[in-house]
């Protein structure tokens, strides 16, 4: 919702102070189509020369995070901190028992009841391949949070594509402008022998190829970058949290203070009250016994 705000403040403010200031319209409009099949046909080709399919459809995709924000809200922190806790006591209790539900998450009681986190793939993914790797022995705390930081480091330069792809066309826009503005003015010049009146609306609407250039990449497109970066930024907490769990468990701290560990290294906005999550988890208790 803030994203069509913001859009839509970016158009009243600058068109509105234009035409408050005695500009016409008339020629921008007229000109407008032109300059837009110039400068964004031109955009969109430089954006898939320089991209695979892959990365046009992820940013395509992207794109909605601007209006969509962030995915995970503050009721899904809780709910990933109330499933950790879950499969650490399992894994204490039986690690044969965990078997079951790392191997084969789609079918755990554990995670079905955490549907959200379970369509995550990564979120799922990054959890059992950890205490995969704990029940294996591979219980050095140190080298699995190297492990875990290179594995979010590297999907965080994944996810963050998008965000590069966009900023890419929004430095590009300003030249485009100028190569639009430039072949209006050739245009002109074909024509210096009609009258100032026709002269000066082609010089117009030859600036409006640069206006549309500088107004495309600072007013839309660099913000949609910086948006889908910081969404993705935001988002990547989520993951940062189950490394923060999984690694106090591999310490051998009490599954309590293991939660409390996440919680308290949550960002403040999406952080679970303390009273709130201690109900949960003693909820989560009773129906164990």
């Known amino acids: 919702m803030i994203g069509a705000i913001g859009i839509l403040v970016i158009f009243v403010m600058v068109f509105g102070g234009y035409m408050l200031a005695g500009g016409k319209m008339g020629i921008i409009l007229a000109a407008l189509p032109f300059e837009m099949i110039m400068i964004g046909g031109a955009a969109t080709g430089a954006f898939l020369l320089s991209n695979d399919a ?53 079918e755990s009681p554990v995670f079905a009841r955490y549907p959200r986190i379970l369509q995550d793939h990564e979120a799922v993914d990054l959890i059992c391949d950890t205490l995969r790797a704990a029940s294996m022995n591979y219980d050095d705390p140190h080298q699995v949070e190297e492990v875990l930081d290179k594995r979010m480091e590297t999907n965080q330069h994944h996810a963050l594509h998008s965000s590069h792809a966009l900023q890419s066309v929004a430095d590009a826009l300003p030249a485009l402008g100028i190569v639009a503005a430039v072949l209006g003015v050739i245009k002109t010049m074909g024509s210096i022998d009609q009258p100032p009146e026709i002269l000066g609306k082609m010089i117009g609407s030859a600036l409006v190829g640069t206006f ?68 949960a988890l003693r909820g989560l208790k009773q129906e164990a016994a």
């Open 54 to 106: 892959a990365g046009v459809k992820t940013t395509a995709r992207d794109i909605a995070k601007v209006f969509k924000g962030p995915k995970w809200k503050n009721a899904d922190y809780r709910d990933l901190l109330c499933l950790l806790f879950e499969l650490i006591r399992i894994a204490r209790a039986s690690p044969v028992a965990l078997e079951e539900h790392i191997e084969n998450p789609g």
């Open 212 to 279: 549309l250039g500088v107004f495309l990449a600072y007013g839309l497109v660099g913000p949609f970058a910086n948006r889908v970066k910081s969404v993705v930024e935001e988002d990547s907490h989520f993951y940062l949290l189950i490394r923060e769990v999984l690694v106090a468990n591999l310490h051998n701290h009490p599954a309590n203070i293991c939660i409390e560990v996440g919680r308290q290294n949550t960002p403040h906005h999406v952080r679970p009250g303390f009273s709130e999550l201690e109900e």
